[in-house]
């Protein structure tokens, strides 16, 4: 029995890391396997490109994966995980861009065009000139009250 | 026309200039999922990989002093067969110093591949992990890259290596490495 035991603890002690997770397999701490899925979500998988890694059932999304949970484990915080990753793949791979110079047209543009049209569209408004404001004669008074009447 | 006639030519010509942008997106040849390297111009990653058929050990320490190139194929990619008469020719011709990455195969395939394909490899390192891939930034197989004598990455080239590619990227390549 002792040594059923000690050769299935070294069994399981030679087999290789790379068996390690699959994405049904989570890390047992659950608070680390939440953080290893929020990473996950927000890295794009450079086979399906639509995809996050968490989604994607691509070979290279699997080892990623595996790698996020070992950076974890190893005691990386978050932005090292991140960074571990962008570092190999650049920028391209986190769904949401970073904020930076080459960015800033993605960005900003959208704010520009809307300031663009708002400036565009009080200078119409101001020059357009104010409808006339004159009293109304007799006959259109007289129109004005019958149709008031008509209403009640 | 004066410049408040003018002013209202300006969206047309915004939309003048958004249409002619975007149009490059419908060119042919133009593969939006082609990424650029984050690895230029970095080191090339730290590796020890075992040799294919019981060879010696590849490490990224064999490449000193010169300017190679690193091909991750595998048996089982099938645009891999494609590129080796390429590299066949590269080889046999002494254009490159080419060394390959076995890519998550089984060495028996791999060794089919190579009798049936032909070895234009220096020497073959067995990635069975995909970890060496991973930390040159590859996403797929075939890709090549070229490395400089100071063991930095210089270019990456993603699929097939193609005639043009050979004549329009890696021999100028070659030429500027060359000269530096």
């Excluded at chain 1, 399981?12 to 390690?20: I, K, Q, R």
Aim: aromatic fraction near 10%; include cysteine.
């Amino acid at each position: 029995m002792i040594r059923a035991l000690i050769a299935a603890a070294i069994l399981l002690g030679a087999m290789p890391a790379a068996l390690a997770v699959e994405p049904s397999e989570m890390l047992p701490n659950p608070a680390l396997e939440a953080r290893a899925e929020a990473i996950g979500k927000q890295l794009r998988c450079l086979v399906c490109q639509n995809e996050s890694i968490e989604d994607s059932g691509a070979d290279l999304a699997h080892d990623l994966r595996v790698i996020i949970r070992e950076r974890l484990k190893a005691g990386d915080n978050d932005g090292q995980v991140v960074k571990y990753v962008t570092d190999r793949y650049g920028a391209f791979v986190l769904l949401k861009p970073p904020v930076e110079p080459a960015t800033y047209l993605l960005w900003f543009s959208p704010f520009a065009i809307l300031i663009l049209g708002a400036a565009g569209a009080w200078f119409y408004l101001r020059r357009r000139p104010a409808p006339p404001d004159e009293p109304l004669d007799l006959d259109q008074r007289r129109q004005l009250e019958r149709l008031l009447l008509d209403d009640q | 026309m004066s410049w408040r006639r003018a002013i209202y030519l300006l969206p047309l010509a915004a939309f003048a200039a958004l249409a002619i942008y975007l149009s490059h997106g419908l060119a042919p040849g133009y593969n939006p999922e082609l990424l650029p390297s984050a690895m230029i111009d970095k080191p090339a990653p730290a590796f020890d990989l075992a040799g294919l058929k019981g060879e010696a050990r590849l490490t990224n320490r064999a490449f000193t002093d010169e300017i190679v190139f690193v091909n991750f194929f595998a048996s089982w990619c099938v645009p891999c067969r494609q590129e080796s008469p390429v590299l066949m020719d590269l080889s046999r011709r002494n254009v490159i110093v080419l060394y390959g990455i076995d890519y998550k195969d089984k060495p028996a395939d791999a060794e089919k591949f190579l009798q049936q394909y032909g070895d234009p490899y220096r020497r073959i390192g067995v990635d069975d992990s995909g970890r060496t891939a991973i930390n040159f930034g590859v996403y797929g197989v075939p890709e090549t890259y070229a490395i400089d004598r100071t063991g930095h990455i210089r270019w990456r080239h993603v699929g097939p290596l193609t005639d043009d590619v050979v004549k329009n990227e890696i021999l100028p390549l070659l030429q500027r490495l060359g000269a530096s």
